[in-house]
T-cell receptor, first 114, second 118 residues
Framework: DAKTTQPPSMDCAEGRAANLPCNHS???????VYWYRQIHSQGPQYIIH???NNETNEMASLIITEDRKSSTLILPHATLRDTAVYYC???????????????FGQGTILTVHP | GAGVSQSPSNKVTEKGKDVELRCDPI?????LYWYRQSLGQGLEFLIY????????KSGLPSDRFSAERTGGSVSTLTIQRTQQEDSAVYLC????????????????FGPGTRLTVT
């Protein structure tokens, strides 16, 4: 799976949008971008995924650049409960040799301030 | 519905003893994964079960680690002759499994078992 690069930490004011960047410049055509987060002392939680189009769900939006070499996770109105480590992961589609496992990097520690 | 459950939530054991950690996946999920997270370290893949296929054991750190999945549901991770470096949070996840082409399904994680080897 392609390697990802994320800033180690970010801050955000409560109620403001949190924009978390991820660089995946070596991504292949059959690899998807997934975002998970891990709140302290809990297991990771799936947030959103995308291939090449922008995606939105009830938790967040995912913006993928046209060349697919980077993406941004957007939490539109961050709350204190969004404080967590956010992981950007690139995963190969079915048939890939590393299909099953998630390869986590160090992620971005997002701290939402009152 | 019920999520992934793991037991025990905490386990303290003496060096050299064997431990068993249990995972109950979400009903209907045929894929099951084990990961571990050591203090200050990232999440590390251990093993992956998919239906009746041979498991992907590529992440198991040594032959002291083994896992089985009975009846396509519950899984047990066994660590023999535990060492202090085995101390970590062991996380289990499950997902649907795609049989053909397409994106991998998202994994749902349990709360983990915190293992402390003294």
């Amino acid at each position: 799976d392609a390697k990802t690069t994320q800033p180690p930490s970010m801050d955000c004011a409560e109620g403001r949008a949190a924009n978390l960047p991820c660089n995946h410049s070596t991504i292949s055509g059959n690899e998807y971008v997934y975002w998970y987060r891990q709140i302290h002392s809990q297991g990771p939680q799936y947030i959103i995924h995308g291939l090449k189009n922008n995606e939105t769900n009830e938790m967040a939006s995912l913006i993928i650049t046209e060349d697919r070499k980077s993406s941004t996770l957007i939490l539109p109105h961050a709350t204190l409960r969004d404080t967590a480590v956010y992981y950007c992961i690139v995963r190969v589609g079915a048939g890939g040799t590393s299909y099953g496992k998630l390869t986590f990097g160090q992620g971005t520690i997002l701290t939402v301030h009152p | 519905g019920a999520g992934v459950s793991q037991s025990p939530s905490n386990k303290v054991t003496e060096k050299g003893k064997d431990v068993e950690l249990r995972c109950d996946p979400i009903s209907g999920h045929t894929a099951l994964y084990w990961y571990r997270q050591s203090l200050g370290q990232g999440l590390e893949f251990l093993i992956y079960f998919q239906g009746n296929s041979a498991p992907d054991k590529s992440g198991l750190p040594s032959d002291r680690f083994s896992a089985e999945r009975t009846g396509g549901s519950v899984s047990t991770l066994t660590i023999q002759r535990t060492q202090q470096e085995d101390s970590a949070v062991y996380l289990c996840a499950s997902s649907l499994a795609r049989l053909g082409q397409g994106r991998p399904y998202e994994q749902y994680f349990g709360p983990g078992t915190r293992l402390t080897v003294t």
